[in-house]
Every structure is written in C-alpha cells, then in structure tokens.
C-alpha cells in the first residue's frame, strides 16, 4: 500500500532555531516527492518538488533532501522565524503524477 | 484569476441535506483535482479532471459524491444525503499541465478550501 509517514507529529522550537523533519514513503512507483508548507485555514503552497535523481533542493531557508534508495526525506528549516509555525506536508507522486499520496503532517510551531 | 478560489469557506449542513462546493481555478490551468481533508489528517485524493474529462474518480469514498466540470474551467463537488463522516475540508488544487505529462513535475496551486461540517 502506498504510504507517507512523517515525524515528528509536532514540534515546538524557539524562534532562531533551526529544525529538521522527517517523511518516510512506500510509494511505487516513485515519481517525484514535494514538501508543502499548510497554514491555518489554507490550502497547501508547495515548497520544493524534488525528482528520483535530485538529491537535495533548496527555497530559501527550507532545505530538502531525498535519498531514494532508502525511501526518506527531510525538510530542513535554518533560523525559523513565527511565521514558519505551520503543517508541512511531504506529499509523493506516484506513478504518472495524478495520484499524489500525502503524509499527515507536521506541525510545527515557532516560540519568541 | 490570482489563484484557485473556493466557494463557501465554510458550509454547515444537517445529516440528509445535499451540499455543492464550488472551485475557480486559475484562469488556463488544464488539471483540476478534488481532495479531502480530515482534521489533523493530509488530504486524500478525491477525483482529477483534465480540461472537461473526469479522467479519474477513484477517490470519491461513495456514489454520493459527485464531481463535475462541464466547461473545463469551474467544477462543483456535489455531495448527496450528507452524513457526519462527510465533515471534512474540501480542497480543490489546479495546475497548468496535465497530470503525467512529458514535462514533468506540474506543480499544484491549492484554494483555501471548503470546511464542511455536518451534524
């Protein structure tokens, strides 16, 4: 079955601080794999896409990496900032691309 | 339009009622997808279209779910007879190409979505 598990399921983390998020996948076959931002009350804004041969990807203060041999992902945040404090979603693609299979989320929050 | 619009935000409906959500996506864009999302849960995959063609409906949890989008552009979510297990939010994403194309990676521009809350 394809599935996408990430972890933590929440974290809290001062302002400043840097952080790391965790997605696991059993997704085949494997097309891309996409980490979206979700605020409160929003729809998902997309973050980075990273294709089977990329194996990290950067937008600014966020920083992906894939290892697809092993089937992980991380999403990386430098030097967080409030309104980082959202729902990061690692989502993969399977097959042809209109079947994309989301992971619960993490929620992160951001303390001053 | 600047981006995929949702219509209502926020619909409450009684056990048995029949609701209809509606999506504007961006002007152009060729995919057109229907999730839902469950509180503290990711979206699941309701329906895709391409232009006018409901190319894949797999999603759609039961035959009282009913996706459309006659013109290729607006599409409505129709959900007949609602039961409790239907409270969710309904998002609805576009994209520019078609899902599977020779270009790649299509990314996806989500609504705000639509909270459904049935009692």
């Known amino acids: 079955k394809n599935q996408v598990e990430q972890s933590p399921q929440s974290l809290i983390i001062l302002e400043g601080k840097n952080c790391t998020l965790q997605?696991?996948?059993?997704?085949?076959?494997?097309?891309?794999l996409r980490w979206y931002k979700q605020d409160t009350g929003r729809g998902p804004v997309s973050l980075t896409i990273?294709?089977?041969?990329?194996n990290t990807k950067s937008n600014g203060r966020y920083t992906a990496t894939l290892d697809a041999d092993t089937k992980q992902s991380s999403l990386h945040i430098t030097a967080s900032q409030l309104s980082d404090s959202a729902s990061y979603i690692c989502?993969?693609?399977?097959?042809?691309?209109?079947?994309?299979?989301f992971g619960a989320g993490t929620i992160l929050r951001v303390k001053s | 339009g600047a981006g995929v619009s949702q219509s209502p935000r926020y619909k409450v409906a009684k056990r048995g009622q029949d609701v209809a959500l509606r999506c504007d996506p961006i002007?152009?864009?060729?995919?057109l997808f229907w999730y839902q999302q469950a509180l503290g849960q990711g979206p699941e995959f309701l329906t895709y279209?391409?232009?006018?063609?409901?190319?894949?409906k797999s999603g759609l949890p039961s035959d009282r779910f009913f996706a459309e989008r006659p013109e290729g552009s607006v599409s409505t979510l129709k959900i007949q007879r609602t039961q409790q297990e239907d409270s969710a939010v309904y998002l609805c994403?576009?994209?520019?190409?078609?899902?599977?194309?020779?270009?790649?990676?299509?990314?996806?521009?989500f609504g705000a979505g639509s909270r459904l809350t049935v009692l």
């Open positions: 994403a576009s994209s520019l190409l078609r899902a599977g194309g020779a270009k790649g990676a299509n990314v996806l521009t």
């Open positions: 990273m294709t089977f041969s990329e």
């Open positions: 989502v993969v693609s399977a097959g042809y691309g209109n079947k994309l299979v």
């Open positions: 279209f391409q232009n006018e063609a409901q190319l894949d």
């Open positions: 997605c696991n996948y059993t997704v085949s076959p494997f097309s891309n």
């Open positions: 002007s152009g864009h060729v995919s």
